[in-house]
């Protein structure tokens, strides 16, 4: 690790920070260090740091705006590259629009609406990134990133950079290929439509006001924890079975929406894996369903958690 550090020093790739917590970086604010943690400064910078973490054999993984994400208390082995600056670049051409992965995908969907293009609309409370958009077929009010990408750009752990078009993703319910593939979303391309500005921004904040009323922003929180095992809703069945309020430490489920984990008061990882287990263990007793999580719980664990 010495030795790949003062080479990307020396390379001069962007941002480097060493032992970061990723607390500072996840919507949830929990997570332990990384060993390193890099935010390269343009698409070029990225694809050395690719080349440079597969030459010294590193493991490493990549986040965005830290949104879906459950990260150990004991941190993350390796190197996390973070897409921010640098990869956060918007051009509109028409209906088509070609954005950065580490554009936030909140921003994107306001910027849009002003200019009077559809298609984001249901995007408009996501806090994610573009990639992580991508990513997670990320979705809301009965559509989703799938309904949208034209194509997009993948930085694969070789080294590979390669268009794939929308349709080859492999997208499903909050499913992409490349949560079984090593790649990264560096770019996106969309197909939006024309529309009238003032009815496509009045439908936004409809979907924002509702978000607000219904959902708990007012605590960190990462988002819908879990999948909804369709036909049924994950947070109606957890509210039916007695959960809202339920605590464990300092991570409870919202009183407000069940579907929802609020970190209240200085939550670990280690509380939310136990609520979620425990959340999972009620509905398959109470409502006889395997429930599975929607958040990604990634990095290593210390020696006293389970």
Known sequence: MDTFLKQIKKEQIGTIKENEHLSNHTTWKIGGPADVLIEPDN??????????????NI????????????????????????????????????????????????KLATVISRKGLSGLEFAGGIPGSVGG??????GAHGSDISNILKEALILFSDGRLEWIKGEDMGFSYRTSRLQNEKGICVEAVFQLEKGEKEEIVKHMQAYKDYRRE??????????SVFRNPLPHYAGQLIEKAGLKGYQIGGAQISPMH?????????????????LITHVKETIKAKHDIEIETEVELIGRRKENEK
Not at 43 to 56: A, C, G, P, V, W
Not at 64 to 79: F, M, Q
Not at 264 to 272: H, P, T
């Open 59 to 106: 493991p490493w993984r990549v986040i965005g705006r830290g949104s879906n994400l459950l990260v150990a208390d004991g941190g993350i082995e390796g190197v996390v590259i973070k897409l921010g600056k640098g990869l956060d670049y918007l051009e509109i051409n028409e209906d088509l629009i070609k954005v950065g992965g580490g554009y936030p995908l909140i």
């Open 214 to 223: 219904s959902q708990p922003w007012k605590h960190p929180t990462c988002g």
């Open 133 to 138: 958009a991508v990513f997670m077929n990320a």
């Open 43 to 56: 698409l070029e910078s990225l694809k050395r740091l690719i080349n440079l973490i597969t030459l010294h």
């Open 258 to 274: 069940a579907n929802f984990i609020v970190n209240v008061e200085e939550a670990k990882a280690q509380d939310v894996v136990d």
